[in-house]
């Protein structure tokens, strides 16, 4: 059973960069493509960056092109969401989620899903 564990939230101010990284384990058939999602206060979860298995970003939601960067170390089982010019509307609960085969970019997609870690932008 894959494991992720997300890190790296905490509060910010506009203009700011956080790291967010998901730590994976028990991938043994891995590795895997990951997502990061994110879950803005009363809002549906909604998808962010999804790094495919071999390092190749096969996504990154339009208004965080040019602010995101999603990467992975495979040899240390993490992949990465670095965040800049961080916004108030980038608040929300980040997750990170695997899955083997990607083709919809949607929740249905990844069968692993870590607990969040909280990133909160003030204006």
């Known amino acids: 059973q894959v494991r992720l564990l997300e890190s790296g939230g905490g509060l910010v101010q506009a203009g700011g960069s956080l790291r967010l990284s998901c730590a994976i384990s028990?991938?043994?058939?891995?590795?895997?493509?990951v997502g990061w999602f994110r879950q803005a206060p009363g809002k549906e979860r909604d998808i962010v960056s999804v790094i495919s298995a071999k390092g190749g970003t096969l996504y990154l939601e339009p208004s965080v092109k040019g602010r995101f960067t999603i990467s992975r170390d495979n040899a240390k089982n993490t992949v990465s969401l670095q965040m800049n010019s961080l916004k108030p509307e980038d608040t929300g609960v980040y997750y990170c989620a695997a899955g083997a085969i990607i083709t919809t970019m949607t929740e249905g997609d990844f069968d692993s899903w870590g607990q969040g870690t909280l990133v909160t932008v003030s204006s």
């Open positions: 028990g991938s043994a058939d891995g590795p895997y493509a």
